[in-house]
Nanobody, 123 residues
Framework: QVLLVESGGGLVQAGGSLRLACTVS????????MAWFRQAPGKEREFVTA???????QYADPVKGRFFLSRDDANNRVDLQMNALKPEDTAVYYC?????????????????WGQGTQVTVSS
C-alpha cells in the first residue's frame, strides 16, 4: 500500500514563506513523477507543480518564480518551498504520485494522493 503524508501547512502573512513536505511509504518514489495540486473552496483541484524521475520540474504560471519543488529519492519525499505567498495561494495542498515517470498536469493521471494540508495566506 502506498501512503502519502503531507506536512508543513499553516497560516502565514502575505509575502511570507512555507515549506511543505510529502513523505511516501509503501513503495519507492524512484522512477515516478510526483506533483502538488491545490484546491480552494468552491474551486476545482488545480495543478501547482510536478517533478519527473530525473528531477526536472514544471510549474503552473501563477506560482512560477515563487514555488520550488525538489525530490529526495533516498528518503522517499518531495518538498515544496513556497515563497512570496499571496492570499490567492490559500487552499488545501495535495501531494500525488503518478503512475509514470513523466510529468502530468491532470489529477486523473495520478494514482496515489495524500490527505492534504491547509495553507492559509492572510492579507
Amino acid at each position: 500500500q502506498v501512503l502519502l503524508v503531507e506536512s508543513g501547512g499553516g497560516l502565514v502573512q502575505a509575502g511570507g514563506s512555507l515549506r511543505l513536505a510529502c513523505t511516501v511509504s509503501g513503495r519507492s518514489i524512484t522512477n515516478y513523477a510526483m506533483a502538488w495540486f491545490r484546491q480552494a473552496p468552491g474551486k476545482e483541484r488545480e495543478f501547482v507543480t510536478a517533478i519527473n524521475w530525473r528531477g526536472e520540474s514544471q510549474y503552473a504560471d501563477p506560482v512560477k518564480g515563487r514555488f520550488f519543488l525538489s525530490r529526495d529519492d533516498a528518503n522517499n519525499r518531495v518538498d515544496l518551498q513556497m515563497n512570496a505567498l499571496k492570499p490567492e495561494d490559500t487552499a488545501v495542498y495535495y501531494c500525488a504520485r503518478a503512475g509514470t515517470f513523466v510529468i502530468r498536469t491532470v489529477p486523473n493521471d495520478y494514482l496515489y494522493w495524500g490527505q492534504g494540508t491547509q495553507v492559509t495566506v492572510s492579507s
